[in-house]
């Protein structure tokens, strides 16, 4: 399947980020280095030539608060989009990482996403990202949270979207994906 051309943004650092909480599909506001990881996309994006890009965002208070600082002045319009929404974690919304289970392998952080009690998935995450990519009909900006961007991100360029250092979506970094490559710009 062949994809627009893509930017890809993950909310600033939130207050729950800084302490090492899982947020899922609860919200917790940007902190003072979240909003200048936001103004940061902003800079990068103001930039690009972005004539005839949509503008999409997860609903969730802390990507929509990303996306005021980070493209207000460039949007024309900013779409919501529940499927861009943050995976949920069920019952561990809200706890912290260190007392729950680190499950072996390769990526610890991620495979608890997997396994939260009453939690989305990884396979019911990935269908709502690959309903959001088919109905595109365009060049977008995605303002979005660190594992739906992971997902989508996959799901356009493949294994490769998971060999840069921040693959877990990169606050204050923007993905740029065309022609099956990625790119971080910072």
């Not at 997997?114 to 959001?132: D, Q, S, T, V």
């Not at 360029?157 to 693959?167: D, I, L, S, W």
């Not at 606050?171 to 099956?180: I, N, R």
Request: net charge neutral; hydrophobic share 40%.
């Amino acid at each position: 399947m062949a994809f627009p051309e893509l930017y890809i943004l993950r909310h600033g650092e939130t207050t729950w980020n800084a302490e090492n909480r899982m947020q899922g599909e609860l919200n917790s506001p940007l902190t003072e280095k979240g909003m200048r990881d936001a103004a940061r996309q902003g800079e990068i994006l103001a930039g690009l030539d972005l004539r005839g890009f949509a503008y999409f965002c997860s609903p969730q208070g802390r990507a929509f608060q990303t996306a005021g600082i980070a493209v207000a002045t460039i949007a024309d319009h900013i779409h919501t989009d529940a499927r861009l929404r943050e995976i949920g974690v069920g019952d561990w919304s809200g706890r912290l990482r260190n007392e729950l289970p680190v499950p072996k392998g390769k990526d610890p952080f991620l495979a608890q996403y997997e396994i939260a009690p009453n939690g989305e998935g990884f396979a019911r995450l990935k269908l709502r990202c690959r309903a959001f990519l088919a109905d595109l009909e365009g060049p977008a900006v995605l303002i979005t949270h660190g594992i739906t961007s992971t997902m989508i991100r996959g799901l356009v360029v493949g294994e490769k979207a998971h060999a840069v250092r921040t693959m877990h979506g990169g606050q204050g970094c923007v993905y740029h994906l065309k022609d099956g490559v990625q790119n971080l710009l910072e």
